[in-house]
């Protein structure tokens, strides 16, 4: 392969997550009587931390959410362990990465527990540990390159050798500025018609619907460039 690491966004690329966390959001933000819809959520907070979107509806609506974040936490993982599936095809591509020799971690908004818990539930966590990488290990999540940054150098790898597929824009966008070649996947229950092109406009160098398809897109990247000859 032209790159030496593969690194994945964990919900809505791996497990198709994103809807059960919009059902938990919903639930959770109507106890505290804040009323937004499936839509805004998808749009405003899909791929960002749940931090980051507490910080984001309490600056909105002046108001703060005491104990949102473990009502969310108890109220996501029975909707996990009830309906959380897979993404179909995953367990092909990263036993096509394995067979070829080639690493692959996982870099996610989430936080540990949650990368752990919902991994378990379909099977994931064992192919991927102890290579995951969670949000909380940095000062700023996405969109800022920072949480992809600091997976290349946990996994030893240049930015520019790595390749990143994922989900949202705020995903998009970080591996962009990580100076890291970015794929877009829509496989995910909540993915709109629309985001493929979004994608594409905010840097993906390409963009698949199905995990079948993502193994052929990293075999045909182009390849690194030379090193530069010392004099």
């Known amino acids: 392969m032209n790159f030496d690491l593969v690194i994945f966004d964990c919900d809505g690329v791996l497990i198709d997550s994103e809807l059960l966390s919009v059902e938990a959001d919903l639930a959770c933000l109507a106890e505290y009587g804040i009323d937004l819809t499936a839509e805004e959520i998808i749009e405003r907070y899909t791929g960002i931390s749940l931090a980051a979107m507490l910080a984001d509806v309490e600056q909105r609506r002046g108001k703060k959410l005491p104990g949102f974040a473990g009502r969310h936490r108890r109220h996501l993982r029975r909707l996990f362990k009830a309906g959380l599936r897979p993404i179909p095809d995953v367990v092909a591509v990263l036993d096509g990465l394995d067979s070829r020799g080639c690493p692959a971690c996982v870099a996610s908004s989430g936080t540990p527990e949650r990368i752990e818990h919902a991994l378990s539930l379909v099977g994931l966590y064992e192919r991927f540990q102890p290579n995951l990488f969670s949000t909380v290990a940095v000062a700023r999540g996405k969109p800022a390159p920072d949480l992809f940054l600091y997976a290349a150098a946990q996994m030893g790898a240049m930015p520019q050798h790595c390749v990143v597929i994922e989900d949202s824009i705020p995903g998009v966008s970080a591996a962009v500025a990580a100076g890291m070649t970015a794929i ?29 398809a993502l193994l052929p897109i990293l075999l045909d990247l182009p390849g690194r460039a030379a090193p530069t000859p010392s004099r």
């Open 184 to 212: 877009g996947c829509t496989g995910g229950s909540h993915c709109r018609p629309e985001l493929s092109a979004r994608l594409t406009a905010q840097g993906a160098v390409r963009v698949t619907h199905t995990m079948s």
